[in-house]
């Protein structure tokens, strides 16, 4: 008997996964992704590679959705601060995080101090470009380290920015894969950011190979709804579309984020906490990680803030490694492809697929027998009663004590003290002697 | 943004609040009260001149009150115990504890053997004058210090008292100030212990304090109720005449004792907890004062006892200063002008005028959207997104996110950790973009 | 006011109960008890003379009980292993443990390797005889000390089983006690280990004194049902024949197990805790004991299992001291007379006899005025008032502020901190005055 199932097992100890996720980060790192734009469809188009089924759809500028209005569509070609002498000193080929995202087009020479107010550093981080955006209010702008900043001298400058805002579309990707039930389980994650690797590809590329093995599950019993979109924007106008179908299947869901580095594991509640996505989450953690950190939803920030929100409440809560805001290279050039491993991100891809065996083996089991039964003769019970035969039995003997009809397998693994699948298997072999059965 | 209200904050400057308060004490400080009698009337008549609206009822003598009945009425003139040259040795008008409450009249010569049956003191406390009263069974003794006492020469002694038990009436305060709403907030304190300093005038001078500014405050929501009574026996009989409109009215209610000394803050539960007025003075004793002392219903002992007596169930808690009953200078002399002062007085008066600030905001809010409104357009959130954005609208944010209609202001500001006032300020502001509405 | 009642006090210290039930363990010890057969008769014989109301019944052999068959009867008369000298080496006279229980006969030669593979010693307590029973498959077998089995040197050895395993009865014994009521409390005990004695026959004991002190209580309120069982199959035959009417009336019962040592006092829940029957121990066991041993059901072991097993659902629970399976002698030769004691036995018996007393005397009271009553004219309350009279009275008034007609007296005595039976006498006394009465 072991703690954890054969099959998530082998997942731990198959590298492979690891590696093509890694792989799959490193072709995209450099695409220069916003909320909308021909990054984001670039993006979505190396994932329908990997996922056939992946339909891209797309919502035109002006769409209402909610209290908001998706915005024009950005393109960006080029961007530089060049000195007197032509030299680009701050150069968007070198790095997108260089342009302010959503920056207006702009061909002017300005002086240090003038050049001042369109920049953007960080003080306490010398060497990190911040990644800074303005999405809803028109603006340009550069980013760059504070060392380069505080080294620029005296003298005119060139910025130049040769970008687009015009009317356009919002795209986002989506995956149904149905399941025998029409129940669904949601995952979803973002593809709105530059290049940055934690806090951006960690999350598609964990989902893309979660999203690959459930294809390769034929046997799913719930429905899956996967979608790839952008960062609030995105999880609005996909609920304003949703939101009512979402309700009425919705079981249990995850935003997938921050999911690629080694230092921690991280657990971020639903609004209200104890939906069946908080529970598994919990229990999966606790049984495969043990230690892990803990958030409430106070400290949300990205689109589960959306599914959670009051008159939505969909049952979404987040597991990850590191989270948002947590770690000092967050939205700065320092959450680069070195932040993030094929160990960390194979990590989160086993928790969360843990997550998802557990809700798809998750049923009600009620007993069959008044007292307990005759395990001995059904070869489940020592024969010869020793000081410790009862020892030996005991799982058993506790999990006939609480499969009573009243509780799902998480609430019955967590009150025999138990791996849910641990518990589903014993389950199985009280069911082969008809001691238990399915409630429907 | 402040953690505390504005008027609040200046309350805690304004020391003059504080000066008025111990003058009066200092005022009423001599009166010998006891829970009838003309030193009540003398009290409640200082009173009456700082709340005009004060209503002072009489309650004859022998009228029943549930399992109760109206003592007679207490005069107390003269008293003491004088040597055989006529040396006043024990004089009630140097301090009026001299004299056991409700001592019946006597003018008696006794040896010092015999005397000592009708002395009291604290061996304990060898420098302290006991309290000690006995409004139920006739009686007459003396109290003096037990250094004193001891040092009594053998020999007669002349013991005088000139006092009356006769029927007259039991007397009250009652002070109604109307609202908006015809739910009511209780105020509560006594008045009918004699010269005694913090168990006793610190009550009614911070409810004097407290009904001034309401009376001045010509825009309250609730009703408010208060009242000056003597203790146990007032409560009752205030009862027995009003439990069914108190009942249906109020909604949280206060009593006022010990709230002069600066030596804690304290918080007594009522009855069965977790009442509106419980739930307000946690709030505002957790931050405002951060670390109190706090006791379970089994510690009552003052008029609280009557109004969360089964049966009559008002919603009433205290929050005070030192307990009654756990400071050692507790029912005796010592418990004096010096054991209270402006600043402790003024510490109770925010406190609780700090509950009823809360109370009056406290409202139900529900939003008006669905997921996050978009506020940056409405200047509530940073246009610049960097990585700290979320952090600066983290507390409007939260406020969305609990604001759902099921939880008033107290408990929606103990879910997103923040001072009710300071959620209450953020909420208007969200209502004047009309992104939140109370619910009625 | 004592913490305990009289009785109980006076019952601490009433050696002679104890040192009665450490001598019927010893008349009973030496008898060789299985699951069925003479020893089981003869022990329950041994009690009836004690217990005259006793019944003694017999179920078939071959009775179906739930998922159970009643096993054949097990008749022992001789056993031993001998040498090719004729010396016993192994003999059952000397130890009725050097038989596994339930041995089917044999008389055969066997060489050394060929015997050891019907031995069984327990290499980690090299001088303990293990407890061996094989019920439901046919087996015979020896149990010796490890040390004497390894030191058994080759050879040929004579194994003669002098047995019968055939058609016949399970017996158990029943006591019934009326009470005023038809609601019932049941003790279980059990009586077919060998010569064990505190995991067999301390329990025995301590239900047969205690049955008898209820035999003389002529004032009982509750039924009593008292059954001596066979482990396990005692219990689910009992149940076969009596749950519905056991569902329908028990309010709270306790197996009585393991109840002699001195090491310790355990607890442990029943399956859904909360019961009375848990409420009642866990009072009992922290005012009179203070620090014990809990346990989870998870840990359960005994006929609790069948008596909270789901569809079943007694209130039932254990308090005994040492817990089954958490002593080093349990289940081997060493759990001897040397392990119990008469000051354990009286540990238990004075435990599981409060429960009782406290269960015959929880009742739900209520008040009978509005506000607190005047005590002080009842001589319930000082009618001198000083800093320290209320103290005095503060039990009664707790009481009065918590008898509300909405808690037993269990719930009263935890919500004031007070005993239980020091709560029902000064119930007692305010009844007295027809301040609180009874609710139906």
Redesign the interface.
């Given at each position: 008997m072991h703690t954890h199932s054969p099959e998530l097992h082998k997942a731990q100890n198959r590298r492979p996964v690891g590696i093509e996720m890694y792989q799959w980060a490193t072709d995209l790192f450099p695409i220069c992704r916003s909320i909308t734009g021909p990054g984001v469809r670039e993006t979505l188009a190396y994932f329908k590679r990997l996922l056939p089924g992946l339909v891209v759809h797309s919502v035109p500028s002006g769409t209402r959705?909610?209290?908001?209005t998706v915005p024009p569509e950005w393109t960006i070609r080029d961007a530089y601060i060049a000195d007197e002498d032509g030299n680009r000193i701050v150069d968007f080929r070198k790095h997108n995080l260089h342009v302010?995202?959503y920056s207006e087009p702009v061909d002017r020479w300005l002086d240090r101090a003038e050049l001042d107010q369109y920049l953007?550093s960080l003080p306490n981080q010398p060497d990190a470009v911040?990644?800074?955006?303005?999405?809803?209010?028109r603006?340009w702008g550069f980013c760059l380290t504070d060392r380069q900043r505080r080294a620029l001298p005296p003298g005119r400058y060139h910025a130049v920015i040769d970008s687009d805002l015009k009317p356009g579309v919002l795209n986002y990707g989506e995956l149904i894969l149905p399941g025998r039930e029409t129940r669904e389980i949601l995952l979803s994650t973002y593809i709105c950011h530059p290049s940055l690797a934690n806090n951006e590809l960690s999350g598609p590329v964990v989902t893309a190979a979660l999203a690959r093995w459930l294809t390769e599950r034929h046997d799913r019993r719930f429905t899956y709804r996967i979608i790839f979109i952008p960062e609030?924007i995105g999880?609005?106008v996909y609920?304003?579309r949703h939101?009512e179908e979402m309700k009425a299947k919705t079981i249990a869901g995850f935003v997938v984020t921050c999911a690629g580095d080694e230092r921690t594991y991280s657990y971020l509640a639903s609004?209200q906490g104890g939906t069946l996505a908080d529970r598994v989450a919990l229990h999966v953690l606790s049984r495969k990680v043990g230690k892990f950190d803990s958030y409430s939803?106070?400290e949300?920030?990205s689109d589960e803030?959306?599914y959670?929100?009051?008159?939505?409440d969909l049952p979404v809560c987040i597991v990850m490694r590191t989270k948002f805001?947590c770690y000092p290279e967050?939205?700065?050039s320092l959450d680069d492809l070195s932040l993030i491993s094929p160990d960390g991100l194979t990590g989160s891809y086993d928790v969360i697929r843990g997550c998802l065996e557990v809700l798809e083996a998750n049923r009600v089991w009620?007993?069959t027998?008044?007292?307990?039964?005759?395990l001995?003769?059904r070869g489940l019970y020592p024969?010869?009663?020793?000081?410790d035969s009862?020892?030996q039995a005991?799982k058993l003997?506790?999990i006939?004590?609480?499969?009573?009809?009243t509780r799902d397998l998480i609430a019955l693994a967590e009150r025999?003290?138990m791996d849910a699948m641990e518990c589903d298997a014993l389950l199985r072999r009280l069911a082969a002697e008809e001691l238990v059965q399915q409630v429907s």
């Open positions: 959705a909610f209290d908001w302010v995202g953007h911040p990644n800074v955006m303005s999405y809803y209010v603006r609030t999880s609005i609920l304003s939101h609004r939803f106070l949300s920030g803030r959306q959670c929100s009051p008159g939505i805001g967050y939205h700065t009620d007993r027998t008044l007292c307990d039964p005759q001995g003769r024969t010869l009663t020793t000081r009862g020892l005991r003997l506790n006939l004590s609480y499969a009573d009809g025999v003290d």
